[in-house]
C-alpha cells in the first residue's frame, strides 16, 4: 500500500474511531435505584449532576422501603442494568459477597477517597467497610435516640433519666400520677429498626451481643442484652409501654402528652418538634442514650456502585462521578439533605455547617447530638445478620410481652447465631 | 365418528396447556424448592432431601402457626358461614331502602385486604382507636384496652377483622340459594304454625345445605390461606401469637431470604388443605348434593 494511501486510511480509521467513541461517551445513562423517599428532591439533585455533568444522564427508579431489597435483589440475580444504588450497613456484607456491589476503590482516585474517608464519622466508616474495602459514600447517617417530653419532666419534677432503672422509676412515677403509659415503643418485629433499637440500648449499657470472633455471647445472663431484655419485659409486664407499629404512629402518640419517653431513629424528633405540624412540637427533646456507657447504634444509608458497572470503565466513571457529587465534597447535597429534610449524616464537617446547625437548632440540641454521633458504634453486620435478625425478631417480640421467657428467647437467638455462624462459614 | 371422540387429547389440550403452564408448572417448581437449598444470598442450590421440612418443622415457629392456623379455621369458618347465612336471611325481606343495604354490605368483600387491615387497625388501636373511644365514652372502661398487642386478645381482634372482610360473599352465596329455594313450603308451614327457627331447620336449611358446605369449606381454606390481613395488621405478631402458616411461608422466604424453607411449609399449607377438604367432605352427609 502507497504512503499516501496509508495516511488516508489511518486518518479515516482515527476520524471513524472518534465519530463512533464521541456518542458512546457523550450518551452514557446510568440507572440510580433508591428507596422512594423525598424523590422530588432526588430528581432536583440529578437535574443539577446532569447540569455540571454533560453527557451523564440519570434514570431513577424508586421502590417503597418494604420492598427495597427484595425488588434489588431480583433486579441483581436478574441482570436488570443497575448502576448506583442505595445501600445499607445491614445489607452489605451479603451485597458485597454475593458480588453484586464493587469497592469504591476499584473506580475511584485513591488520595480523593483517602480524603472523603477522614471526614467520615466512625461508625458510618465501618456500616460502609467490608473486607477492609469502602462500598460506598454516606447518603444519610443517623443514630438510634432516646427522646423525652421536657416539659412533662418539669411539671413532674423528675430529672432527665441516665440509667434504665431511672427510666423505670420515672415512668412509674409518671404512670402512678395518672399517665397511663409513659414510654412509647416501636414494636414491630417485621422491621429491622426494632432489632436495631434493641441493640441501641445494649451499647448504652456497654455491652455487646456478641464477641471479637462474632461469635453470639447474649445468652448469658451477665451480658447487657440479656440484661435489656430483662429490662423491657419488665416494662411491659408493669404496663408502662405503649406499643407503636411503626415511627409514624409515635409521632402523633408522643404530640398527645400521654406519654414521656420513646426510643426512635433521631429524625423523628425532628417531626415531633415541627410547629405547625404537631401539637406539642418544642417540647421534645433528645438525651444521651440510658445507661453506664451512654453509647448508641449508628447506621448508615450509602451510595453504591455495582459490581456490573464498575467492569464496564465508562459507566464506572460516570458511575462514580455522580457518587461524588452527591456524597462528596463540598457536601453540597447531603448538606440539602440535613438542612431541608432533617436527614443525619455521616460527614463530620456539617456539623460545622452554619446552615445545617441553623436548621437543626430548631428541634434538637446540636451539641448534645453531636456528641452521640461521635461516640455512636457500628453494628455487626455479617453476611446472616438479615436473615438471623428477621428470625430473632419475632422471638424477641414474644419475650418482651412475656410469652416466652428471656432465658429461652436468648438461648434460642444465640443457637440461631451460631448455626447461621458455621453455615456460612462453609 | 366425529372428531372429538377421535382424537380427545388434542381437543383437551388449550385447556390442559394453561392449566400446566399456571398450576403444574409452579408447583412443581416449588416441590423442588423444597427440596434444594435456596437461598437467595447463596449462589448454589444443592440439594437437601427433606433437611427443610425438618427444619421448619423443629424450628421456633411452626408449631405456633400451625396451632393459630388451625384455631384460626375453627373460629372463623363457621362464624362467616353463621353470620353470611343470618345476614342473607335478614336481607331476604323486603323492607324500606333493601337494594342500599344489600350494596352496603357487600362493601367489605370489594376491599383489598390490606385496606381493610388499616381501617381495623384503627378500630383496635389502643390511643386512637374507635373501639376504646367508644368503650370509654359508655363508660365501660376506665383504661385503654390494648387489642393488638395482648397476645390472647389479638387473636380475637384478627378474627373478627377477617370474618368482616369475608362474610359478604357468604351472603351474596346464600341469597342466591335462598332465591330458589320452594316459597310455597314455607307459607305452608306458616299456616301449619311453625315459626321461625322451624321454617328455617326443616325447609330453608334442607334446601341451602349444599350451598353452606361449599362455603364452609371455601371460608375454611380461604382462613387456614390467609395472610394479607395478618400481615398488614399485626405482622404475625406480637411474638407468634398471630403468625399463620401462610404468614410463615412469606416470612421464611422473604424475611429470611430462605425460598426452600418457604417452599417446605407451602407444601405442608398445600397437605394439610387437602386433608382439611377430605375431612369436611367426609364428615357431610351422602346425599348432600341431591335434590331436596
Same mark, same amino acid.
Given at each position: 500500500?502507497?504512503?499516501?494511501?496509508?495516511?488516508?486510511?489511518?486518518?479515516?480509521?482515527?476520524?471513524?474511531?472518534?465519530?463512533?467513541?464521541?456518542?458512546?461517551?457523550?450518551?452514557?445513562?446510568?440507572?440510580?435505584?433508591?428507596?422512594?423517599?423525598?424523590?422530588?428532591?432526588?430528581?432536583?439533585?440529578?437535574?443539577?449532576?446532569?447540569?455540571?455533568?454533560?453527557?451523564?444522564?440519570?434514570?431513577?427508579?424508586?421502590?417503597?422501603?418494604?420492598?427495597?431489597?427484595?425488588?434489588?435483589?431480583?433486579?441483581? &440475580? =436478574? @441482570?436488570?442494568?443497575? $448502576?448506583?444504588?442505595?445501600?445499607?450497613?445491614?445489607?452489605? #456484607?451479603?451485597? !458485597? /459477597?454475593?458480588?453484586?456491589?464493587?469497592?469504591?476503590?476499584?473506580?475511584?482516585?485513591?488520595?480523593?477517597?483517602?480524603?472523603?474517608?477522614?471526614?467520615?464519622?466512625?461508625?458510618?466508616?465501618?456500616?460502609?467497610?467490608?473486607?477492609?474495602?469502602?462500598?460506598?459514600?454516606?447518603?444519610?447517617?443517623?443514630?438510634?435516640?432516646?427522646?423525652?417530653?421536657?416539659?412533662?419532666?418539669?411539671?413532674?419534677?423528675?430529672?432527665?433519666?441516665?440509667?434504665?432503672?431511672?427510666?423505670?422509676?420515672?415512668?412509674?412515677?409518671?404512670?402512678?400520677?395518672?399517665?397511663?403509659?409513659?414510654?412509647?415503643?416501636?414494636?414491630?418485629?417485621?422491621?429491622?429498626?426494632?432489632?436495631?433499637?434493641?441493640?441501641?440500648?445494649?451499647?448504652? &449499657? =456497654? @455491652?455487646?451481643?456478641? $464477641?471479637?470472633?462474632?461469635?453470639?455471647?447474649?445468652?448469658? #445472663?451477665?451480658? !447487657? /442484652?440479656?440484661?435489656?431484655?430483662?429490662?423491657?419485659?419488665?416494662?411491659?409486664?408493669?404496663?408502662?409501654?405503649?406499643?407503636?407499629?411503626?415511627?409514624?404512629?409515635?409521632?402523633?402518640?408522643?404530640?398527645?402528652?400521654?406519654?414521656?419517653?420513646?426510643?426512635?431513629?433521631?429524625?423523628?424528633?425532628?417531626?415531633?418538634?415541627?410547629?405547625?405540624?404537631?401539637?406539642?412540637?418544642?417540647?421534645?427533646?433528645?438525651?444521651?442514650?440510658?445507661?453506664?456507657?451512654?453509647?448508641?447504634?449508628?447506621?448508615?444509608?450509602?451510595?453504591?456502585?455495582?459490581?456490573?458497572?464498575?467492569?464496564?470503565?465508562?459507566?464506572?466513571?460516570?458511575?462514580?462521578?455522580?457518587?461524588?457529587?452527591?456524597?462528596?465534597?463540598?457536601?453540597?447535597?447531603?448538606?440539602?439533605?440535613?438542612?431541608?429534610?432533617?436527614?443525619?449524616?455521616?460527614?463530620? #464537617?456539617?456539623?460545622?455547617?452554619?446552615?445545617?446547625?441553623?436548621?437543626?437548632?430548631?428541634?434538637?440540641?446540636?451539641?448534645?447530638?453531636?456528641?452521640?454521633?461521635?461516640?455512636?458504634?457500628?453494628?455487626?453486620?455479617?453476611?446472616?445478620?438479615?436473615?438471623?435478625?428477621?428470625?430473632?425478631?419475632?422471638?424477641?417480640?414474644?419475650?418482651?410481652?412475656?410469652?416466652?421467657?428471656?432465658?429461652?428467647?436468648?438461648?434460642?437467638?444465640?443457637?440461631?447465631?451460631?448455626?447461621?455462624?458455621?453455615?456460612?462459614?462453609? | 365418528?366425529?372428531?372429538?371422540?377421535?382424537?380427545?387429547?388434542?381437543?383437551?389440550?388449550?385447556?390442559?396447556?394453561?392449566?400446566?403452564?399456571?398450576?403444574?408448572?409452579?408447583?412443581?417448581?416449588?416441590?423442588?424448592?423444597?427440596?434444594?437449598?435456596?437461598?437467595?444470598?447463596?449462589?448454589?442450590?444443592?440439594?437437601?432431601?427433606?433437611?427443610?421440612?425438618?427444619?421448619?418443622?423443629?424450628?421456633?415457629?411452626?408449631?405456633?402457626?400451625?396451632?393459630?392456623?388451625?384455631?384460626?379455621?375453627?373460629?372463623?369458618?363457621?362464624?362467616?358461614?353463621?353470620?353470611?347465612?343470618?345476614?342473607?336471611?335478614?336481607?331476604?325481606?323486603?323492607?324500606?331502602?333493601?337494594?342500599?343495604?344489600?350494596?352496603?354490605?357487600?362493601?367489605?368483600?370489594?376491599?383489598?385486604?390490606?385496606?381493610?387491615?388499616?381501617?381495623?387497625?384503627?378500630?383496635?388501636?389502643?390511643?386512637?382507636?374507635?373501639?376504646?373511644?367508644?368503650?370509654?365514652?359508655?363508660?365501660?372502661?376506665?383504661?385503654?384496652?390494648?387489642?393488638?398487642?395482648?397476645?390472647?386478645?389479638?387473636?380475637?381482634?384478627?378474627?373478627?377483622?377477617?370474618?368482616?372482610?369475608?362474610?359478604?360473599?357468604?351472603?351474596?352465596?346464600?341469597?342466591?340459594?335462598?332465591?330458589?329455594?320452594?316459597?310455597?313450603?314455607?307459607?305452608?308451614?306458616?299456616?301449619?304454625?311453625?315459626?321461625?327457627?322451624?321454617?328455617?331447620?326443616?325447609?330453608?336449611?334442607?334446601?341451602?345445605?349444599?350451598?353452606?358446605?361449599?362455603?364452609?369449606?371455601?371460608?375454611?381454606?380461604?382462613?387456614?390461606?390467609?395472610?394479607?390481613?395478618?400481615?398488614?395488621?399485626?405482622?404475625?405478631?406480637?411474638?407468634?401469637?398471630?403468625?399463620?402458616?401462610?404468614?410463615?411461608?412469606?416470612?421464611?422466604?422473604?424475611?429470611?431470604?430462605?425460598?426452600?424453607?418457604?417452599?417446605?411449609?407451602?407444601?405442608?399449607?398445600?397437605?394439610?388443605?387437602?386433608?382439611?377438604?377430605?375431612?369436611?367432605?367426609?364428615?357431610?352427609?351422602?346425599?348432600?348434593?341431591?335434590?331436596?
Amino acid at each position: 500500500m502507497k504512503p499516501r494511501m496509508k495516511a488516508w486510511f489511518g486518518a479515516l480509521a482515527i476520524a471513524g474511531t472518534a465519530l463512533t467513541a464521541q456518542p458512546a461517551l457523550a450518551d452514557v445513562k446510568l440507572e440510580f435505584v433508591v428507596w422512594n423517599y423525598s424523590i422530588d428532591t432526588i430528581q432536583d439533585n440529578i437535574k443539577k449532576f446532569e447540569a455540571e455533568n454533560p453527557g451523564i444522564t440519570v434514570n431513577l427508579t424508586d421502590y417503597t422501603w418494604p420492598d427495597y431489597q427484595d425488588s434489588l435483589l431480583l433486579r441483581f &440475580r =436478574g @441482570g436488570t442494568q443497575t $448502576d448506583v444504588v442505595y445501600g445499607g450497613q445491614d445489607w452489605l #456484607p451479603a451485597w !458485597a /459477597a454475593a458480588g453484586y456491589l464493587a469497592p469504591l476503590e476499584d473506580i475511584a482516585p485513591a488520595e480523593t477517597l483517602d480524603a472523603l474517608k477522614k471526614d467520615i464519622a466512625g461508625f458510618a466508616l465501618s456500616d460502609m467497610t467490608y473486607k477492609g474495602k469502602l462500598y460506598g459514600l454516606p447518603y444519610y447517617a443517623d443514630t438510634i435516640s432516646f427522646l423525652y417530653n421536657k416539659k412533662i419532666l418539669e411539671e413532674k419534677g423528675i430529672p432527665v433519666p441516665t440509667t434504665w432503672d431511672e427510666v423505670m422509676a420515672a415512668s412509674e412515677k409518671l404512670k402512678a400520677d395518672g399517665m397511663e403509659r409513659p414510654i412509647v415503643y416501636e414494636y414491630n418485629q417485621e422491621l429491622p429498626n426494632f432489632f436495631d433499637a434493641f441493640v441501641a440500648q445494649t451499647y448504652s &449499657r =456497654g @455491652g455487646d451481643l456478641f $464477641d471479637a470472633d462474632k461469635k453470639a455471647i447474649f445468652d448469658n #445472663p451477665e451480658n !447487657a /442484652a440479656y440484661q435489656q431484655l430483662q429490662w423491657l419485659a419488665d416494662a411491659f409486664a408493669k404496663g408502662l409501654v405503649q406499643p407503636e407499629t411503626h415511627e409514624s404512629k409515635i409521632i402523633p402518640a408522643m404530640n398527645t402528652g400521654k406519654h414521656a419517653f420513646t426510643i426512635v431513629y433521631n429524625y423523628v424528633l425532628a417531626a415531633m418538634n415541627t410547629p405547625g405540624e404537631q401539637a406539642l412540637a418544642g417540647q421534645f427533646a433528645l438525651a444521651p442514650m440510658p445507661g453506664s456507657a451512654q453509647s448508641t447504634l449508628g447506621f448508615t444509608k450509602f451510595y453504591a456502585v455495582t459490581a456490573k458497572t464498575a467492569a464496564d470503565a465508562e459507566r464506572a466513571e460516570a458511575a462514580w462521578k455522580f457518587v461524588n457529587f452527591m456524597a462528596g465534597k463540598p457536601y453540597k447535597v447531603a448538606e440539602r439533605w440535613a438542612a431541608e429534610k432533617g436527614l443525619g449524616f455521616g460527614q463530620m #464537617p456539617l456539623f460545622q455547617n452554619k446552615d445545617v446547625i441553623d436548621a437543626w437548632q430548631k428541634w434538637v440540641d446540636v451539641p448534645t447530638l453531636e456528641k452521640q454521633v461521635a461516640s455512636a458504634r457500628a453494628g455487626t453486620w455479617t453476611e446472616w445478620t438479615v436473615i438471623w435478625s428477621a428470625y430473632f425478631r419475632p422471638l424477641l417480640a414474644k419475650a418482651m410481652v412475656g410469652e416466652a421467657s428471656v432465658a429461652e428467647t436468648m438461648k434460642a437467638g444465640a443457637e440461631r447465631w451460631n448455626m447461621m455462624q458455621a453455615r456460612f462459614a462453609k | 365418528m366425529s372428531t372429538i371422540e377421535r382424537f380427545p387429547a388434542a381437543w383437551v389440550l388449550p385447556t390442559l396447556i394453561p392449566v400446566a403452564l399456571f398450576t403444574i408448572y409452579p408447583v412443581a417448581e416449588a416441590l423442588w424448592t423444597s427440596l434444594h437449598q435456596v437461598m437467595v444470598l447463596m449462589p448454589d442450590q444443592p440439594f437437601v432431601g427433606l433437611e427443610n421440612y425438618k427444619t421448619v418443622i423443629f424450628g421456633d415457629y411452626f408449631a405456633d402457626a400451625l396451632r393459630n392456623s388451625l384455631l384460626f379455621v375453627l373460629f372463623c369458618a363457621p362464624l362467616v358461614v353463621i353470620i353470611g347465612t343470618a345476614v342473607a336471611l335478614f336481607l331476604r325481606r323486603p323492607f324500606f331502602g333493601a337494594g342500599i343495604v344489600r350494596s352496603v354490605v357487600l362493601l367489605p368483600w370489594v376491599l383489598p385486604g390490606a385496606i381493610s387491615a388499616v381501617l381495623w387497625v384503627w378500630v383496635f388501636h389502643p390511643s386512637f382507636g374507635v373501639l376504646n373511644g367508644l368503650l370509654k365514652s359508655l363508660g365501660l372502661i376506665e383504661r385503654s384496652i390494648p387489642w393488638l398487642i395482648d397476645v390472647n386478645l389479638v387473636f380475637v381482634s384478627i378474627v373478627a377483622a377477617h370474618v368482616w372482610t369475608q362474610v359478604p360473599f357468604a351472603v351474596v352465596l346464600v341469597m342466591a340459594a335462598l332465591s330458589a329455594t320452594n316459597e310455597e313450603a314455607i307459607e305452608a308451614a306458616k299456616i301449619d304454625g311453625a315459626n321461625a327457627l322451624q321454617r328455617f331447620r326443616f325447609i330453608t336449611f334442607p334446601q341451602i345445605k349444599a350451598m353452606i358446605v361449599v362455603l364452609l369449606i371455601y371460608n375454611a381454606l380461604t382462613a387456614f390461606t390467609a395472610y394479607d390481613l395478618v400481615y398488614a395488621m399485626t405482622g404475625g405478631g406480637p411474638g407468634t401469637a398471630t403468625t399463620l402458616l401462610a404468614f410463615q411461608i412469606w416470612r421464611e422466604s422473604f424475611s429470611m431470604y430462605d425460598f426452600g424453607a418457604g417452599s417446605a411449609v407451602a407444601f405442608i399449607v398445600v397437605a394439610i388443605s387437602a386433608l382439611l377438604i377430605l375431612a369436611i367432605s367426609k364428615a357431610m352427609p351422602s346425599d348432600l348434593f341431591e335434590e331436596a
